[in-house]
């Protein structure tokens, strides 16, 4: 948020005064990209963010205000800048690293002209896929996952693991994780139907874009039904959705939150994948406040994208990665969405119910009722179809 990790760790007191309790920042390890998602060395720290030494300070001042801090660890594909695809641009077939990659033929021919001769990432030449079959390639990926919790992170979020179609191998980055922290928070980038995931032996999460869909399509039907405002990895909640904008509802919760799974799900409305929220929701900022309500309500952990608690606006990526507004954030606090969001986030903390209670929905009327309860004790968010709601 601050640009660099020196930065973050002097907004601290902005990021604890809004009630964040833990921190997940996208990719921080060096890279050819701006984004981080194109890793170059997954054990050094970028020098544009800082180094080494700035990030146990990090780790150190988060820990000091009883907060956690999540990585983005990008297992599935690295850059042509990494180290083992590096040899094997150089030494072609005599490379050691031949078999860390999907190579189709040599030389290898990652920058054109043509099209690139091995597996990378939505065929982007400058991303190349690993071969996770290869025994090395395993090791050394888990070694990574090891590596940052030893130094202090609380856990990973995993990009695109869905592409590592091998379930023997997040069990086993599960338990190397889990050995050196039986805490670590293990967070999937899955944005279909994430039961598989979610059995105990893999993720202890996964990103829950089903809730965001179910949310934003019942508030915002006609922003979320222009193809141009939606993701590539947007799922689709399939089934009988009822005659009624509740009836629908409803049917598309329970298929964001499945019954028998395990874990505690990431609840979002936006992410650097997504236009902005306030966005997608600008026809009505009191629905916007009632889709906030709706997240914090919802079991499960809830996240905010760095500015959306100030109502930051953004179109689709890169747009939606702006910098963060800090020479006006004392302005955009006085917004109304700051101290709402403050407050829902505060409620969150201190309801037990909230943090652990079952959870149901159901129509009521022409409106809808979600229900919280634990120990005899019930919890209602009543919504009403103009964007009003109430919590009883």
């Given at each position: 948020m601050?640009?660099?990790?020196?930065?973050?760790?002097?907004r601290?007191?902005?990021?604890?005064?809004?009630?964040?309790?833990?921190?997940?920042?996208?990719p921080?390890f060096?890279?050819?990209?701006?984004?981080r998602y194109?890793?170059?060395d997954?054990?050094?720290i970028?020098p544009l963010l800082?180094?080494?030494r700035?990030?146990?300070?990090?780790?150190d001042?988060?820990?000091?205000?009883?907060?956690?801090?999540i990585?983005?660890?990008?297992?599935?594909h690295?850059?042509r800048?990494?180290?083992?695809?590096?040899?094997?641009?150089?030494?072609?077939?005599?490379?050691?690293?031949?078999?860390?990659?999907?190579?189709?033929?040599?030389?290898?021919?990652?920058?054109g002209?043509g099209p690139?001769?091995?597996?990378?990432?939505?065929?982007?030449?400058a991303?190349p896929k690993?071969n996770t079959?290869?025994?090395h390639?395993?090791?050394f990926?888990?070694?990574?996952?090891e590596?940052?919790?030893?130094?202090?992170?609380?856990?990973?979020?995993?990009?695109?693991p869905?592409e590592?179609d091998?379930?023997?191998?997040?069990?086993e980055?599960?338990?190397r994780?889990?050995?050196?922290?039986?805490?670590?928070?293990?967070?999937?980038e899955?944005?279909?139907e994430p039961?598989?995931?979610l059995?105990?032996d893999q993720?202890?999460?996964v990103?829950?874009?089903?809730a965001?869909r179910a949310i934003?399509e019942?508030?915002?039907?006609?922003?979320?039904?222009?193809p141009?405002?939606?993701s590539?990895?947007?799922?689709?909640?399939?089934g009988?959705?009822?005659?009624?904008?509740?009836?629908?509802?409803?049917?598309k919760l329970r298929?964001?939150?499945?019954?028998?799974?395990?874990?505690?799900?990431?609840?979002?409305?936006?992410s650097?994948?997504?236009?902005?929220?306030?966005t997608?929701g600008?026809?009505?900022a009191?629905?916007?406040?009632?889709?906030?309500a709706?997240?914090?309500?919802?079991?499960?952990?809830p996240?905010?994208?760095?500015?959306?608690?100030?109502?930051?606006?953004?179109?689709?990526?890169?747009?939606?990665?702006?910098c963060?507004?800090?020479?006006?954030?004392?302005?955009?606090?006085?917004?109304?969405?700051?101290a709402?969001?403050?407050?829902?986030?505060?409620?969150r903390?201190e309801?037990?119910?909230?943090?652990?209670?079952?959870?149901?929905?159901?129509?009521d009327?022409?409106?809808?009722?979600?229900?919280?309860?634990l120990d005899?004790?019930?919890?209602?968010?009543?919504?009403?179809?103009?964007?009003?709601?109430?919590?009883?």
């Amino acid at each position: 948020m601050g640009g660099n990790l020196r930065g973050i760790v002097e907004r601290l007191d902005y990021i604890q005064e809004l009630g964040a309790n833990a921190l997940y920042l996208c990719p921080i390890f060096a890279s050819t990209s701006n984004h981080r998602y194109h890793t170059n060395d997954y054990f050094r720290i970028d020098p544009l963010l800082g180094n080494a030494r700035e990030f146990d300070r990090l780790v150190d001042a988060v820990h000091a205000r009883g907060m956690k801090l999540i990585l983005d660890g990008v297992f599935n594909h690295c850059s042509r800048g990494f180290y083992a695809f590096n040899s094997v641009l150089e030494c072609g077939e005599q490379s050691p690293f031949r078999d860390w990659f999907h190579i189709d033929s040599f030389p290898v021919n990652a920058y054109g002209p043509g099209p690139a001769n091995y597996r990378c990432w939505w065929n982007i030449p400058a991303l190349p896929k690993f071969n996770t079959r290869n025994a090395h390639v395993r090791e050394f990926l888990w070694s990574v996952g090891e590596y940052w919790v030893r130094r202090g992170i609380d856990g990973w979020r995993l990009d695109v693991p869905n592409e590592i179609d091998d379930d023997s191998f997040w069990r086993e980055f599960r338990t190397r994780v889990k050995n050196v922290n039986p805490e670590a928070y293990i967070l999937g980038e899955i944005w279909e139907e994430p039961s598989r995931w979610l059995q105990g032996d893999q993720f202890d999460a996964v990103m829950n874009y089903p809730a965001r869909r179910a949310i934003l399509e019942t508030l915002f039907p006609e922003a979320m039904s222009r193809p141009d405002n939606l993701s590539s990895g947007e799922p689709k909640l399939n089934g009988d959705l009822g005659t009624t904008w509740g009836e629908a509802f409803c049917v598309k919760l329970r298929q964001a939150f499945p019954e028998r799974s395990f874990g505690t799900l990431f609840n979002l409305l936006g992410s650097h994948d997504n236009m902005r929220f306030a966005t997608l929701g600008a026809q009505s900022a009191q629905k916007q406040v009632q889709a906030w309500a709706m997240l914090f309500f919802l079991p499960g952990s809830p996240c905010v994208f760095a500015g959306d608690e100030l109502g930051q606006e953004g179109g689709k990526d890169p747009d939606n990665r702006r910098c963060f507004p800090w020479k006006d954030v004392d302005e955009l606090k006085a917004k109304p969405i700051w101290a709402q969001m403050r407050a829902l986030i505060q409620q969150r903390k201190e309801s037990a119910i909230l943090k652990h209670g079952s959870f149901g929905c159901e129509v009521d009327g022409v409106d809808v009722r979600l229900w919280r309860e634990l120990d005899g004790q019930r919890l209602n968010l009543l919504l009403h179809s103009d964007g009003r709601w109430e919590m009883t």
